[in-house]
């Protein structure tokens, strides 16, 4: 498969996805690391990368 860098980029750059309620969104990684974002549907501060594979 072909990998775009400037699709990955904007599909995977600053995207996390919350542990609990599954829900991406797209935050400076420092701040997610200090806890610093909150989900806005659950309210969780456990976030984890867009990439798992
Ligand atoms: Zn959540």
């Given amino acids: 498969m ?3 860098k400037e699709a990955e980029a ?3 750059h600053n995207v996390f996805v919350c542990k ?3 829900q ?4 400076p ?3 997610v690391i200090a806890e ?3 989900c806005k549907t659950c309210g ?3 976030f ?6």
Avoid at 24 to 27: F, H, I, V
Avoid at 48 to 53: H, Y
């Fill in 36 to 38: 610093k974002v909150t």
């Fill in 20 to 22: 609990n309620c599954k």
């Fill in 29 to 31: 990684n420092l701040k």
């Fill in 10 to 12: 904007r599909k995977f």
């Fill in 24 to 27: 991406k969104l797209r935050a």
């Fill in 44 to 46: 969780g501060h456990a």
């Fill in 2 to 4: 072909v990998k775009f």
């Fill in 48 to 53: 984890r990368p867009v990439r798992k594979k």
